[in-house]
C-alpha cells in the first residue's frame, strides 16, 4: 500500500470513526432542551475535561500557533501567557455561571445575562453578539480542517473539500446528538491531539537540529528578528493581546453549555484546576513552526508550517496521523461552536419572538439553525478565508465586551441593564472603528482592548447615572453565593 493510500485512509478513517461515535452518542434518545444543549447537567470529570479541552484548543492551537511562530516568532507566545490569565480567572468565575444555570434553568450565555439584568432586549443583543463574532471563529476552524486534510491526504483532498466534509460530518452529529455527542467524540479528539503533539512533534527539533537549543541557535544566525519583540508586534501589543485574550476567554458563548453541564461544583473545579495541563501540548506546535522558519523554507501559506514540519521529518503516512489529529483539533471546537450558537438563536431569538414555542419545537429549531450556521460559516471558509491568528483576534475584540457586564454585575449593586448594554455598544462602536476606519492599534494596544476600555469607561458613568436594581441585584446574589 502506497504513502497515499495510507495517509488518506488514516485521515478519512478518523473522520468516519468521528461521525459513527457522534450519532451513537445521542441515536434513539428523545432530548429535551437541557438534554440537547447542556447535556442534562450531568457531566463528570472526564467528559468534562475532554469537551472543554477540545473546545478550547482548536486548529487555531493546532495550525496557527504554528504558522504565527514560522512568520513572525515570538510574538505567539501570548498565547501560551494568556492560558495562566484565563484559568485562574475561570476558576474563581465559572462556579457563578454553575449555580446561576443551576438556580434559573439557563443553557446559553445570553440566558445568564437575562437572569442578572431581567432583560430580554439585553439577552437579544449578548446572543447577536455572540452569533455575529463567533462565526469568524467557526470559519477559522473550517478553514484550519481544510488545510488539514489537504494536506495529510498528501493533496488528494482540496482544501475546499476537506472543509466539505468536515462541516457535514459535524453538522451529522451536532444535529443528531448535541452535546452529548460533541463529549463523546472529544474524548477521541482531546486524546489524539495530545498524543500526537508530544509524540510526532516535539521530536521534530530533535530530529532537525539535534535538540531545541541548537533550533534557537540557528535561528538566532537565520532570522534575529523572531526571537525578540518588535513593532508592530512589539510589547505594548503582547501585553495589550495577552490581557484582552485573558479576559475574554470566558466571554465565549460556547463555555457556557459546557460549565452548565457539569453534575457538581466540586466536578467543575477539579475540571479548572487539571485544565492548565492540556495547554502545554502548544509548546511542540510552536517549535514545529521555529523549526521551518530556521531551516528557511519559503510558505505560500505560512498555516501550512505544521504540516510541512511534519512532511520534510517523517514518513508520509505520518501525515494522515498529524492530519487526523488536525481535524480533530478543528471539529471538536467547531462542533462546540455550532451547537452553542444554535443554541442563541433558538432559546434567546426564537424563543422571545414566540413565546409560546414548546421545548420540543426549540430543540427543533435547535437542530435546523446547527444546518443554517454551519452552511454559512462553510460559505465563508471558503469564499472569505482570512490568516487563523486574526480572526481569532478579531473574535476576541468582541466577545470581551462582554466582560464588564458578566463580571461586574456579580459584585457591584449599581450594575444595570442599562449601564451593560451602553458599555457593550460603545465598546464595539470603538472595536468597528479602529478595526475598520482606522486600521491600526493606536499606541501599539490591540484594537479590543481598547474598545474594552471605553466599554468599561461607559459602563461606570451609565451605572451612576442611572437608578440601581437593588432588589434584582440581591435576588441573583443570593442565588450564585458560594
Known amino acids: 500500500m502506497g504513502s497515499l493510500s495510507s495517509a488518506l485512509i488514516i485521515v478519512l478513517g478518523w473522520v468516519f470513526l468521528s461521525l459513527i461515535v457522534g450519532v451513537m452518542a445521542g441515536i434513539k434518545r428523545k432530548f429535551t432542551l437541557e438534554g440537547y444543549l447542556v447535556s442534562g447537567r450531568t457531566l463528570g470529570l ?9 473546545e478550547i484548543y482548536s486548529a487555531y492551537a493546532f495550525l496557527g500557533t504554528g504558522g504565527w511562530a514560522y ?45 442578572r439584568y431581567n432583560s430580554k432586549a439585553l439577552a437579544v443583543l449578548v446572543a447577536l453578539i455572540g452569533i455575529i463574532f463567533n462565526i469568524p471563529y467557526l470559519q477559522l476552524q473550517l478553514q484550519g480542517l481544510g488545510y488539514i486534510v489537504h494536506v495529510g491526504s498528501l493533496g488528494s ?8 466534509i468536515g462541516m457535514i460530518i459535524m453538522m451529522i452529529y451536532v444535529y443528531t446528538s448535541g452535546l452529548r455527542g460533541i463529549s463523546w467524540t472529544n474524548l477521541l479528539q482531546a486524546t489524539l491531539m495530545f498524543i500526537v503533539a508530544w509524540v510526532v512533534l516535539f521530536t521534530i527539533p530533535f530530529k532537525q537540529f539535534g535538540g531545541i537549543g541548537e533550533l534557537f541557535k540557528t535561528l538566532a544566525q537565520t532570522k534575529p528578528d523572531h526571537l525578540i519583540l518588535h513593532p508592530p508586534l512589539g510589547i505594548s501589543w503582547y501585553v495589550s493581546t495577552l490581557i484582552l485574550s485573558g479576559l475574554g476567554f470566558f466571554m465565549y458563548p460556547q463555555l457556557y453549555p459546557s460549565i452548565y453541564g457539569a453534575r457538581d461544583l466540586k466536578t467543575l473545579k477539579r475540571n479548572y484546576v487539571l485544565l492548565p495541563l492540556y495547554s502545554i501540548f502548544m509548546i511542540p506546535v510552536i517549535l514545529a513552526g521555529f523549526t521551518v522558519a530556521a531551516l528557511g523554507i519559503k510558505l505560500s501559506a505560512p498555516d501550512e508550517a505544521v504540516l510541512k514540519a511534519v512532511e520534510i521529518t517523517y514518513p508520509s503516512w505520518v501525515l494522515g496521523v498529524v492530519g487526523a489529529a488536525g481535524f480533530a483539533a478543528a471539529a471538536s471546537t467547531a462542533s462546540a461552536i455550532l ?5 442563541l438563536l433558538s432559546k434567546n431569538l426564537y424563543a422571545i419572538a414566540k413565546p409560546t414555542a414548546s421545548d420540543k419545537e426549540l430543540v427543533l429549531v435547535s437542530r435546523i439553525s446547527v444546518i443554517l450556521l454551519g452552511l454559512l460559516a462553510m ?6 478565508p482570512g490568516r487563523l491568528v486574526s480572526l481569532l483576534l478579531l473574535a476576541y475584540a468582541g466577545m470581551t465586551q462582554m466582560f464588564p457586564g458578566a463580571v461586574f454585575g456579580l459584585f457591584w449593586k449599581r450594575m444595570n441593564k442599562y449601564a451593560t448594554g451602553t458599555g457593550i455598544i460603545a465598546g464595539l462602536i470603538t472595536v468597528a472603528y479602529l478595526r475598520l476606519v482606522l486600521k491600526k492599534n493606536p499606541l501599539g494596544i490591540h484594537f479590543g482592548l481598547w474598545g474594552l476600555l471605553v466599554n468599561i469607561i461607559v459602563t461606570l458613568i451609565v451605572a451612576y447615572l442611572t437608578k440601581p436594581e437593588e432588589e434584582l441585584f440581591t435576588r441573583f446574589k443570593e442565588a450564585v453565593s458560594v
Open 71 to 115: 512568520s513572525y516568532g515570538m510574538p505567539i507566545m501570548y498565547a501560551i501567557g494568556y492560558g495562566a490569565l484565563a484559568y485562574s480567572f475561570g476558576y474563581f468565575y465559572a462556579r457563578y455561571v454553575w449555580k446561576a444555570g443551576k438556580a434559573f434553568g439557563c443553557v446559553t450565555q445570553a440566558d445568564y445575562f437575562q437572569v
Open 379 to 384: 460559505g465563508l471558509a471558503l469564499y472569505s
Open 46 to 54: 472526564i467528559f468534562l475535561y475532554v469537551l472543554m479541552a477540545g
Open 339 to 343: 451547537l452553542s450558537l444554535a443554541g
Open 157 to 164: 483532498i482540496t482544501p475546499k473539500a476537506g472543509i466539505v
